[in-house]
C-alpha cells in the first residue's frame, strides 16, 4: 500500500519531470499576435466592491444621481443625433468609439434580413466597439479563436435599464451580454435584437450561439460576455438563430471520437431508424462521452447528431430525440459548401440527410453500433 | 510587476513584453504538465498570453495578474484538450537505464504507470492534481484560481489522487504466474 507521504512524493517527483522554459517561437508568435489585436475596453459598469460601506439613503442617492446623469445624458445624445429637419437621415454605421453604455446613433432601417418596427423606441444596449469594415468590406474581429460557445435563447424586460437583453441557459439562469456597437433592441412586446445596420438579429426565445473565445467570464453584470464572436469567419452581420450562417466560409467540423476499442453488444436502442445531421453551426448542445471514456459526460455543442425517426423494440423511444454520433479516428469530416464525412479510405460515409436503418450492421460498409444515447461509426467489426 | 500590469492595461505593448517574459515560463511548465502535450501546451500558452492582451484593461485588481493569468491558462488548457478530441495512441520512449528524473525515487516504471493513469483524467481533474502538486496552491486558493467551489477542487483532486494512486498500487501489486495481480 503507497502511504499518502509516499504518493505525494512521488506525484510530485513526477509532475517535476517536463518541460520549464516555454520556447521563444511562442513568446515571439505572442508579442507578433498582440500588435495587431486591440484590448478590450473595460465597459462601464457598476463598482463590484467598494473600500468603503455606503448606508441605504446614500446608495439611493447614489443610485439616483447615476440614473440622472445615464438619462440625462441619453437624452442629451438623442436629441444630439436628431438629424435636422429636411436634412439628411443619420445613416446606420460602425464606428470606433469609446467603449460603455452607448444609445443607438441611428434608426435602423430595413434590411433584407428583416424589418425594423418604426413605432417602437429602440433601447439602448452595452456595447464595445467594432473596427470599421475595410477596403473590401471585411471587418476585423475583436476576438480569437471559437470554442466555449456561449448558448442561450434571447430573453429581454424594457424595464431592466441597465441590462435589459441578456441569454437565457438551459438551467434558467440569466448571462449578461456586451453586445457589439450599433447593435439595438426594441420591444414588440417581446425583445427583437438589431445590429448596426437595422437587420433583426434575432428575437425572442430564438437560440443564440457566441463563439466566444475561451471566455473566463461569469456572464454576470459585472463580469459579462462579450459577444464578439459574431464577428468571427467574416459572419458579421448574421442571423445568429439556430442553424442559419451568412458565413462563405463554413466553419470546421468537429467530429466525437469513438475509441478504437470499442465492443458492441447486442441491446435495445429504442429505435429503428435514425437520420444524421450536419451542421458546423448548429447550437445543439448534447452529452457526450469524455474524452477518457471514464464514464463521466461533457455537455458539447456537437456539429454533428443523428435523430430518431423511427422507434422500436421494447423501449421505443420518441421520434426525434437526439442522439450523438461517435467515429473511430479513419472518419474525417469537410466542410465546404455541403459538409460531408469521409471514410478512411476517403470515400463519403454521410452527409446530412443520410439515414440509418434496419438492423444498424453497417453505414456504407462501416459497422454501426447502437445505443439508446448515440450512434457509434466504426471501421472494424467489433467484438 | 504591478506597475508593469497597470502600462500595459494602458496599451503599453512594452511593458506587455516584460511581462510576457517574466511569466511565460512558469505558465507553460504549468500548462505542459496539465495537458501532457507539449504542442498542446505552446498552443494552450499562445493562447491564453493573447487573451490575457485583450482583456487586460478588464483585470481590476493588479495585483492579482499572476493568479488572473493562470486562470486564463487553465481555460486554454480545457480548450486545448477539447479541440483535439481524439484517441491517438500517446506512444512516448521512456529511458530504459538512468536516473528516472530529479528524483530517484521515481521509477520508469512510476513514470509510465503515471502517465497512462493521468490521461484518464477528466482535464479538470488534471488541472487541480497539477495546481496542487505542482504549484503547491491550497484547495481554496485552486477553487479561487479556477472559479468553482472549494468543494468542487476538493473532489476533483480526491478523485484524481485515488486513479492515481490505485494505477501505482496496482502496478506495485506482485504478480501470480499466470500474469493475474494478487
Redesign the interface.
Known sequence: ??SERD?????????????????DR??A???Q???D??????PLRWP?WRSFKMNRISQAAGLAAVLVVVIGGGILLSQRNQPAAGGPPASPSVTPAATGTSLPTSTPTQTPGGTAPSSVTPVALRTFPVSPPDAQGERSC?A??V??PVVGILDGDATLLEDPVWLRAQDGSKSSIVWPAGFTARFTPTVVLYDDRGAIVARAGDTISLQQ??S?A?GSFDDPYYASGMLLQKCYPRDLSTGSNGSNEPAMI?L?????NLGCDAIDPGYRSATIHIDPESAIVLEVN???Y?G?K?K?NVDVWAEIDTAGGAEPQKVGTRLAVYWT?GFNATDGTTPVIHGPRGEEVARDGTRIDGEFTKLTGYSVCSSRDAVYILEYVPG | MRDLVVQAQN?D?DA??AL??MI??R???LA??ILRD?DL??DA???????V??????L?DPGRFEAWVR??LV??C??E???R????ANVRVLPIEGPA???E??TVD??DV?DRAF????IEQRAV??LH??LGLQLTEIAETL?IPAGTARSRLHYA?RV??AA??AD?APVDHEGRIA
Do not use: C
Open positions: 500500500m503507497t504518493f505525494d512524493r512521488l506525484a510530485r517527483a513526477w509532475l517535476e519531470l517536463g518541460p520549464d522554459e516555454a520556447p511562442v513568446v508568435a505572442v508579442l499576435a498582440v500588435e489585436t486591440p484590448q478590450v475596453r473595460r463590484t475583436d480569437i479563436g470554442d466555449d473565445s475561451r473566463t461569469a468537429e466525437q471520437r469513438a475509441p478504437t469524455n474524452p477518457a471514464d463521466t461533457d458539447v479516428a | 496599451g505593448r506587455f513584453a510576457v517574459q511565460s515560463d505558465m507553460y511548465a505542459s504538465r507539449n501546451a505552446e500558452l499562445q493562447s491564453a498570453l493573447i487573451t492582451w485583450r482583456k487586460l484593461p478588464t481590476r486562470r486564463l481555460h486554454a480545457y480548450a484538450a477539447r479541440r478530441r481524439t484517441w491517438t528524473g530529479p528524483d525515487y521515481l512510476d513514470r503515471l490521461r484518464r483524467l477528466t492534481f497539477v502538486h505542482h472559479g489522487t492515481l494512486r501505482v498500487e506495485a
